[in-house]
C-alpha cells in the first residue's frame, strides 16, 4: 500500500524559505512508474497544483504563483520527494499536501493524483 508523509511544514516571515518533505512507503521513487506533486488548499479555497514531477525527474512543471520560487525534487536513495520554497509570499500560507498518481497526461490534473498525504501545513506573516 502506498503511503505518504509530508513533513518540514512552519511558520516563517515574508521572504523566508522552508524545506517540506514527503517520505513515500509501499512505493519505490527509484524504480517506480508514478509521477509526483505538491499541491496546497487554503482556507475556503480549493486544492490548487504547485508543482508536478515526472517518472525519473525528467520533468517538472510549476504554478505561475510559484514559479521561479519553488523547486520540486526526488532523492531516490532516500525515497523521499521535495518541496524547496523560497521567497515565501503570505499567500503561500495554506496546507501543503504530497500526492502520487499513475502516469497520464501532463500537466497532471489534480484528479490524476490516487495517492495522497495527510498535509503539513505553512504559515507567512507578513
Known amino acids: 500500500q502506498v503511503r505518504l508523509m509530508e513533513s518540514g511544514g512552519g511558520s516563517v ?34 486544492r490548487e497544483g504547485v508543482a508536478h514531477i515526472s517518472t525519473g ?5 510549476y504554478a505561475d504563483s510559484v514559479n521561479g520560487r519553488f523547486t520540486i525534487s526526488q532523492d531516490n536513495t532516500k525515497n523521499i520527494m521535495y518541496l524547496q520554497m523560497n521567497s515565501l509570499k503570505p499567500e503561500d500560507t495554506a496546507m501543503y499536501f504530497c500526492a502520487a ?8 490534473d489534480v484528479s490524476a493524483y490516487a495517492y495522497w498525504g ?5 504559515t507567512v506573516s507578513s
Request: charged share 15%; aromatic share 10%.
Open 118 to 122: 495527510q498535509g503539513t501545513q505553512v
Open 13 to 46: 516571515q515574508a521572504g523566508g524559505s522552508l524545506r517540506l518533505s514527503c517520505a513515500a512507503s509501499g512505493y519505490s521513487i527509484r524504480t517506480g512508474s508514478m509521477g509526483m506533486g505538491w499541491f496546497r488548499q487554503a482556507p475556503g479555497k480549493e
Open 101 to 108: 498518481r499513475a502516469p497520464g497526461s501532463w500537466p497532471p
Open 57 to 61: 525527474s525528467s520533468r517538472t512543471y
